[in-house]
């Protein structure tokens, strides 16, 4: 078994809609094989980045919907209570 090194970037940059994602290898020679290996390895590691992130969006977002149908709740139940309270009166 043959050990050979290499090294990974990665760099990611939250942009306003997106992310920027710039990968690259830095190596000494590298079999065919290896070197396939790790390309396709850098082809997949942006887009596994990019579908977490867009989760964790997705789910910022329905959190936040969530919390913001909740206030508009309690204040309709506020105002419901308000109608009570001064009918009863």
Do not use: C
Not at 32 to 40: F, I, K, M, R
């Amino acid at each position: 078994m043959s050990k050979y090194t290499a090294k990974l970037h990665i760099g990611v940059q939250p942009e306003e809609d997106n992310l920027g994602i710039k990968t690259g290898i830095e190596s000494g020679r590298l079999p065919q094989e290896v070197a396939s290996v790790l390309s396709e390895l850098l082809i997949k590691i942006p887009i596994l980045i990019r579908a977490g992130w867009l989760a964790i969006r997705l789910k910022m977002a329905l959190t936040l919907h969530l919390v913001l149908i909740l206030r508009k709740m309690k204040t309709m139940i506020g105002m419901f209570q308000a109608i009570l309270i001064i009918r009863i009166k």
